[in-house]
Every structure is written in structure tokens, then in C-alpha cells.
């Protein structure tokens, strides 16, 4: 059974959490016993030298009874056994107990650090009380002499009660933050692990095939930033696979266009053939007829071969671009002066017009004269008799635009973004009768994206407008 993620951090931060707790609990248990013993001896020391000074004129005068009286008084006021030690260390009066004043306490250590250093301290067992006792010692003094000893004691339990009771304290605070931890922890595992878990989703659904999830983006973390990536790389594939789609589907067309262009002339040039074994040789007239024909469907499989061949150096980018700086504006004239005969023939009129006042431009000489000669023969060709044919060439800041503009038959808008395919046909009458090989658009729009330039193709239904813009250097 796989863990979630959420509970392996889960189980991480509240370890650490746990043992942090324990840890600062351990510590803090320490610091605070060793604050509190300290309070307790700085207490009763305090109150040792407040006994000392109200027993002090008493201890003077060798009062006993009034001693033994006003320290079972201050014994039941401050809540702690009193004792009285002589400075032979013998014991002069007790609140707890009767005594015999030949008792001697010489080897008690707090009383010897009282006599040494003006107060003393110690813990242990009392044989008489049965259990452990905290004594702190104080010396009485007269003229820097000293007369007495004032000693106090606490019953340890009580202090190991005290301190117990610290203990549950601050270990009650540590299952308190324990507790406060562990819903943190769960809210941050699961902020963490909920986006992982969508990546996870998203990275299944575009393993199978579906591309439209997207990780829902709630953070500008490093998380955010790899759910941003991964819709990045979903966007692509889908691109990618809409383009492969779309290539698909234009080897599909181009596969049967270029069956269909192929097989027309290639039947009639059979067809002829067989006529010509079958005895038309004899027949010179007709045989020279059916030769002719036969040269003229050559001619047309040439060109298509000679396209095709263009069009495949160029999409493989093995075509190199010739720079040279010419004159545009001659260019173009010549290119009008060639369709001379093709718009006398259609009785069509040709306008040209230059807007500018320098026409040089830095470009690949042949394949800007191809661009042109393309699109003004598609235009001849798709105008009816007695059409207008409008060129327009205008100078740009950085290149030269160029409009090519017919009334012709049109181009419908299901069909407008396609005719720069290769073999794309509108319509079977758009093409009937018309010469060519079905690839100088395609052409076209190749070498304007090798010179880096740009061609678009709009139409109302009727005419139709191409727009050139080719950089001038």
C-alpha cells in the first residue's frame, strides 16, 4: 500500500515537532528547578536573618524560654522548623522537637559554611523528622563575633512537590503545542501535497493522451512555478499535436493532389501512346497532333516535378538567400512588361502604381521577381475578360509592402487561410481549364518566410487581395 505524500511529511514534521518539544521541555525543566531551588534558599535565607534579628537581643541575654517561645511562634508564621545553634555547635532551641543540650552538631556542613562564609546551605535526610530537609544557616554575630546559629529547614517534599508541579506545567504546555503542531502540520502537508497531487493528475491525463487538465496555480512558490511549467508543457504538447494533426492532414491532401496531378497527364500521355501503336503512326498529320500533345503533358509533369523539387529545398532550409541591393521599382516594371501578352489576350487592365521615393532594397533578386511573377499570374489567370488588376508598391520604414489586388471570382472564407498549400484547390471551377502546377502559392509563402517577410491573402467573395511585405535589408 502506497503512503501519501501528505502523511510522510505529516509524520516528519510532527517528529520533529515532538522531539523539539521534549527537548525545550527537558531543558527548560532544568533551568526552571534550578531558578525555583534558588528562590527557596534565597527565601529562607532571608527569612533565617529575619529570625536572627528578632532572637538576636534574646540571645544576648541566654533567654532560653523566651527563644524556644518566639521560635515555635515564627516557626508557625513562616511555616518552617527553627533551630537555634549555639557557637559550639550545640543545640540551644528547636521548633520541632525536644533536645538535650549536650547535643552537638560540629559536623553539620551548613553550619560550618554559616561559621566560614556568613551563611550555609545543604540537603539531606533527618534522622529525627524521617524525611529529607533543606537547612540553610545563618550566624549571629556581636562585635564581628560569633554568638549563635540561626537554621532553618523545608521539608523537600515539598519543594519536589513544588517542582513537580512545574514539570506538569511546562509538559502540559509541550502536549498543548504538540496538539497546535499537529493541525498546523496537517493544513501545511496538505497545502503541500495537494498541488503535488494535481501535478500527479495532470502528468497521468497527459500520459494517456488527454491534454486539457491544468494544475489550479495557488502559490508563487517553487511548487507554483512547477504547476506553471507543467500547463506550459501540456499547452505545447497540445499545440504539438494539434500541428501534427494539421501536417497530417496536409500530407493526406498532398498525397492525393499530387496523385491527381500527376495521373491526368500521365492517362492522356498513355492514352496517346497506345493511339500511336495502334497505327497512328501512318496517319503523319494526326501523328504529329498526338506527339505534340504528348510534349505539352511532358512539359506540364516537369514543371510539377520542378516545383515539388523548390518547394522540398526550401522546406528543408537548404536554400541559401542571394543578398544584392537592386532597384525594386525596375524590377517590377520588368516583371509587368512579361505579362504583356497574357492581359492583352484577357483584354485585361493592368494599374501599377509606386508609392515612395527609394526603391532600393537588399534581398535575393530571382526569388523576390518569383514571389511577384506567382501571385500576378494567379490573378490573370482567376480574372474574367476585361478585368482590373490593381500593383501597388509603397515604401515602409524597414521594407517594402506590396498589394496585389484583382476583381476576379474570389475566394470564400472556408478557403481563404488554405490556398497557400500545396495543390489546394477551392473549387474544381475555380481550376478548370486554368494551366499550372497547383504549387506557386505554396512557393510563395516559403520564400517570404525565408526573406523573412510576410503574406496574407484577403478576399470579400469577390476579388481578391495579396499583401507582400518584404524586409529592405
Known amino acids: 500500500m502506497k503512503v501519501k505524500i501528505v502523511w510522510k511529511i505529516l509524520t516528519a514534521y510532527i517528529l520533529l515537532i515532538v522531539i523539539a518539544v521534549f527537548v525545550l521541555n527537558f531543558f527548560v525543566s532544568l533551568k526552571l528547578r534550578?531558578?525555583?531551588?534558588?528562590?527557596?534558599?534565597?527565601?529562607?535565607?532571608?527569612?533565617?536573618?529575619?529570625?536572627?534579628?528578632?532572637?538576636?537581643?534574646?540571645?544576648?541575654?541566654?533567654?532560653?524560654?523566651?527563644?524556644?517561645?518566639?521560635?515555635?511562634?515564627?516557626s508557625t508564621i513562616l511555616g518552617l522548623r527553627i533551630t537555634v545553634i549555639d557557637k559550639h555547635y550545640r543545640i540551644f532551641s528547636d521548633s520541632e522537637r525536644n533536645f538535650q543540650k549536650k547535643e552537638k552538631y560540629e559536623d553539620q556542613l551548613e553550619l560550618i559554611r554559616a561559621i566560614n562564609s556568613g551563611s550555609g546551605e545543604?540537603?539531606?535526610?533527618?534522622?529525627?523528622?524521617?524525611?529529607?530537609?533543606?537547612?540553610?544557616?545563618?550566624?549571629?554575630?556581636?562585635?564581628?563575633?560569633?554568638?549563635?546559629?540561626?537554621?532553618?529547614?523545608?521539608?523537600?517534599?515539598?519543594?519536589?512537590?513544588?517542582?513537580?508541579?512545574?514539570?506538569?506545567?511546562v509538559l502540559t504546555g509541550g502536549i498543548v503545542t504538540i496538539m497546535f503542531a499537529l493541525l498546523l502540520g496537517y493544513f501545511v502537508s496538505m497545502k503541500i501535497a495537494d498541488p503535488i497531487g494535481q501535478m500527479k493528475e495532470v502528468a497521468q491525463s497527459i500520459a494517456s493522451g488527454n491534454f486539457d487538465k491544468r494544475v489550479r496555480i495557488r502559490s508563487k512558490d517553487e511548487l507554483g512555478e512547477l504547476g506553471e511549467a507543467l500547463n506550459k508543457m501540456a499547452d505545447e504538447l497540445q499545440l504539438r499535436i494539434d500541428n501534427l494533426k494539421i501536417i497530417d492532414k496536409v500530407r493526406a491532401d498532398f498525397v492525393a493532389n499530387v496523385s491527381h496531378e500527376l495521373k491526368?497527364?500521365?492517362?492522356?500521355?498513355?492514352?496517346?501512346?497506345?493511339?500511336?501503336?495502334?497505327?497512328?503512326?501512318?496517319?503523319?498529320?494526326?501523328?504529329?497532333r498526338f506527339i505534340a500533345i504528348i510534349k505539352k503533358h511532358a512539359e506540364g509533369l516537369n514543371n510539377i516535378v520542378d516545383d515539388l523539387l523548390k518547394l522540398s529545398e526550401l522546406e528543408l532550409k537548404e536554400s541559401k538567400v542571394n543578398y544584392a541591393v537592386f532597384d525594386f521599382e525596375l524590377l517590377l516594371n520588368e516583371i509587368i512588361l512579361g505579362f504583356g501578352h497574357a492581359t492583352s489576350a484577357k483584354k485585361h487592365k493592368l494599374l501599377v502604381e509606386f508609392v515612395g521615393s527609394d526603391f532600393r532594397i537588399n534581398s535575393d533578386r530571382m526569388r523576390v521577381e518569383q514571389v511577384f511573377v506567382n501571385i500576378i499570374d494567379n490573378a490573370i489567370k482567376y480574372t474574367e475578360p476585361g478585368g482590373v488588376i490593381k500593383i501597388v508598391l509603397s515604401e515602409k520604414k524597414d521594407s517594402f509592402l506590396g498589394v496585389i489586388k484583382d476583381n476576379g471570382i474570389g475566394i470564400s472564407d472556408e478557403h481563404i487561410d488554405r490556398i497557400f498549400e500545396r495543390f489546394y484547390r477551392v473549387d474544381k471551377a475555380r481550376s478548370q481549364g486554368q494551366a499550372g502546377t497547383g504549387l506557386g502559392l505554396a512557393i510563395v509563402k516559403h520564400i517570404i518566410?525565408?526573406?523573412?517577410?510576410?503574406?496574407?491573402?484577403?478576399?470579400?467573395?469577390?476579388?481578391?487581395?495579396?499583401?507582400?511585405?518584404?524586409?529592405?535589408a
Open 34 to 74: 534550578d531558578y525555583y531551588e534558588l528562590k527557596i534558599s534565597e527565601r529562607l535565607k532571608s527569612n533565617a536573618f529575619l529570625v536572627g534579628e528578632i532572637l538576636k537581643d534574646d540571645l544576648l541575654s541566654n533567654n532560653q524560654g523566651v527563644v524556644q517561645d518566639k521560635i515555635q511562634e515564627l
Open 122 to 169: 545543604s540537603n539531606r535526610f533527618s534522622d529525627v523528622l524521617g524525611y529529607s530537609m533543606k537547612y540553610v544557616a545563618i550566624p549571629v554575630k556581636k562585635d564581628e563575633k560569633v554568638i549563635s546559629l540561626i537554621r532553618v529547614a523545608l521539608p523537600l517534599v515539598d519543594v519536589d512537590s513544588q517542582i513537580r508541579f512545574i514539570y506538569r506545567v
Open 264 to 288: 491526368t497527364p500521365l492517362t492522356s500521355i498513355k492514352g496517346f501512346v497506345e493511339t500511336l501503336e495502334d497505327g497512328a503512326l501512318e496517319d503523319k498529320q494526326n501523328a504529329r
Open 449 to 472: 518566410v525565408l526573406l523573412r517577410g510576410d503574406v496574407q491573402a484577403k478576399s470579400s467573395g469577390k476579388g481578391t487581395q495579396v499583401v507582400v511585405s518584404i524586409p529592405k
